[in-house]
């Protein structure tokens, strides 16, 4: 390739799931795509132990896919989830029901196989070139110069325009606030995360596959979503600090005390349980914010690297395949000219990654604290029972972020609205009894 010819190609730093759509979206537009990875390819190698965090494929993520004919390969792969099944201490697992209905599902995806389906498409169409075992060190925002570590030394290349779309500790996002183009907030939980895993049991599913699991413990949880291979993959969800956090719970006697009396359900079917434990790493779990998303019309961030958000809502993916979406209708809009675009894009997102943010974190302490308790069991069957009998007027919050693709500020306004009317229709309901009870004992003390 000529100097001229990779300097009109579009970069996109990051060849993870957003990155690889983002090419595919590109390509399909006709530009010739870089696509730059600091990782080998992950198609030749195996995946880092207890780093998969299985995917919950909704409504948002599925649209974008659609877009480029691959929704029914990755569907063909994902099991549907139709609600979630919670494990208490003690007593039988209760189902709770994601949709009124009570048909429709999230699906559980392999995050590797689904990176592998995207990096596939996005290599197999015309001009679309993937370096893997790349690490951007350098990058000049003004002349998209970029220089890279590699296996065999240091490679200087250059493009029209520079994307980042390379996860939460994005490089382009690190060169730009070197550079003072950006400012960022990184705000992390005290939470962290560690994957285990339950194998399948006598060929089958050892849990029901049609639920997201989850063992809700007042300050710290476990999840298990269903794999293709009839295994679940586990994730702990704990403090990292404290008497109740990873680091307190050392020999292998300590954790199956631990598991024993916290996840009595989970021993008998995790016989990897203390080796899963004490080798599987602890991730990280945070929230990032950063402004602005571009520099001189030339340099974009997307996805993770410019709002990586928590997982608890199951939208990280899904919220980043939706900017892919949105990028290529800032193009079609601002006739494909990035300068224009890229401002375009952050005016159109940002309040929408925000929303997701904040619904994300609340969403931790429902599925935490909240969803063993009665109160907020009556509560879920009351919101099914209003969508039945006003179906299209009233909503879920779960509904409209995932089985719906209402821009997610949209969504927080809407259920604004609707709590304020149902607690108008409640305080009118209690005033008319109220009074009527006022007025059958003012009738009862004149006889």
């Not at 006598?202 to 997201?212: I, K, M, T, W």
């Not at 997102?349 to 063993?372: C, G, P, S, T, Y």
């Amino acid at each position: 390739m000529t100097e001229t010819e990779e300097r009109n190609e579009i970069a996109v730093v990051g060849a993870g799931l957003a990155g690889c759509l983002l090419a595919c979206f590109l390509a399909r537009r006709g530009y010739p795509v870089a696509l730059y990875e600091r990782r080998p390819d992950p198609r030749t190698g195996t995946a880092e132990r207890g780093r998969s965090i299985n995917l919950a494929l909704s409504e948002r993520g599925l649209d974008a896919l659609r877009r480029i004919g691959l929704d029914e390969q990755v569907l063909a792969d994902g099991l549907p989830m139709r609600g979630r099944m919670i494990h208490p201490v003690d007593g039988e697992a209760q189902f709770q029901s994601y949709s009124a209905s009570g048909d429709r599902a999230i699906n559980s995806i392999s995050r590797g196989a689904l990176n592998n389906a995207l990096l596939d498409a996005a290599t197999s169409l015309p001009g679309v070139r993937v370096a893997f075992d790349h690490r951007l060190v350098g990058l000049d925002a003004t002349s998209g110069e970029m220089t890279f570590e590699t296996p065999q030394g240091t490679v200087a290349a250059a493009a029209s325009v520079v994307l980042g779309a390379d996860g939460a500790g994005s490089a382009v996002r690190g060169q730009l606030l070197a550079y003072g183009l950006l400012t960022e907030s990184v705000d992390f939980l005290d939470y962290g995360y560690k994957e285990l895993t339950i194998p399948p049991l006598g060929g089958e599913f050892a849990l029901d596959p049609q639920a997201l699991h989850i063992w809700p413990r007042g300050t710290s949880m476990m999840i298990a979503l269903p794999n293709p291979d009839r295994s679940f993959t586990c994730t702990l969800f704990w403090p990292t600090h404290g008497t109740a956090s990873f680091a307190s719970l050392g020999s292998p006697a300590a954790i199956e005390r631990h598991f024993a009396e916290h996840y009595p359900d989970l021993p008998p079917l995790a016989p990897g349980l203390v080796d899963d434990y004490q080798h599987n790493p602890v991730g990280v779990l945070g929230t990032v914010r950063c402004t602005p998303w571009q520099a001189y019309g030339k340099v974009g961030l997307l996805g993770d690297a410019a709002h990586a958000i928590v997982p608890f809502y199951g939208q990280g993916a899904n919220c980043a395949f939706e900017d892919v979406v949105e990028l290529d209708r800032c193009l079609d809009e601002c006739a494909d000219d990035w300068s224009e675009a890229l401002p375009l894009f952050q005016q159109r997102r940002q309040e929408n990654a925000e929303a997701i943010a904040q619904m994300a974190l609340a969403n931790f302490v429902e599925m935490r604290d909240k969803v063993a308790s009665p109160l907020f069991q009556a509560g879920r069957k009351v919101e099914h029972a209003l969508e039945r009998l006003l179906p299209g007027r009233y909503v879920s919050r779960y509904e409209l972020v995932s089985f719906s693709t209402t821009p997610y500020a949209q969504v927080r306004r809407r259920v604004r609205r609707q709590h304020r009317m149902l607690g108008a229709v409640a305080a009118g309901a209690a005033a008319l009894l109220a009074g009527a009870v006022g007025l059958t004992i003012s009738r009862g003390r004149r006889r």
